[in-house]
């Protein structure tokens, strides 16, 4: 499946933003689904997850309670709803996927074979 993100802009501190991430092809529906982020300067980082089948989602500490991701199936189509945003979550947001990836594997980088090109995300003091 291909993958193209978008929704990243500049947003203040308290912020929300929601990105969007399309995929083409067919089979969306057995993807799981996950964000990943990578700060300036910083390695890439899971932020969170959505397994195929049960919808059943994953998120790292830093973004837990702050940040909802969802899916719709029908649209090919994961969202990643952040709130709360604070300067820390500036970030390039990526959209990744891999079909029938289990829990285990899930917030591991290298599982996932599909990936998005990314959207920048600036939060302002």
């Known amino acids: 499946v291909q993958l193209q993100a978008s929704g990243g802009g500049l947003v203040q501190a308290g912020g929300s933003r929601r990105l969007s991430c399309i995929g083409s092809?067919?089979?969306?529906?057995?993807?799981?689904l996950a964000w990943f982020r990578q700060a300036p300067g910083k390695d890439r980082e899971f932020a969170a997850a959505?397994?195929?089948?049960?919808?059943?989602?994953y998120y790292s500490d830093s973004v837990k309670g702050r940040f909802t991701i969802s899916r719709d199936n029908a649209k090919n189509t994961v969202y990643l709803q952040m709130n709360s945003l604070q300067p820390e979550d500036t970030a390039v947001y990526y959209c990744?996927?891999?079909?029938?990836?289990?829990?285990?594997?899930?917030?591991?980088?290298?599982?996932?074979?599909?990936w998005g090109q990314g959207t920048q995300v600036t939060v302002s003091s």
């Open positions: 990744a996927a891999d079909r029938y990836l289990n829990v285990d594997n899930i917030s591991t980088e290298w599982y996932y074979d599909c």
């Open positions: 092809g067919r089979s969306f529906n057995i993807y799981t």
């Open positions: 959505i397994r195929y089948g049960t919808g059943a989602t």
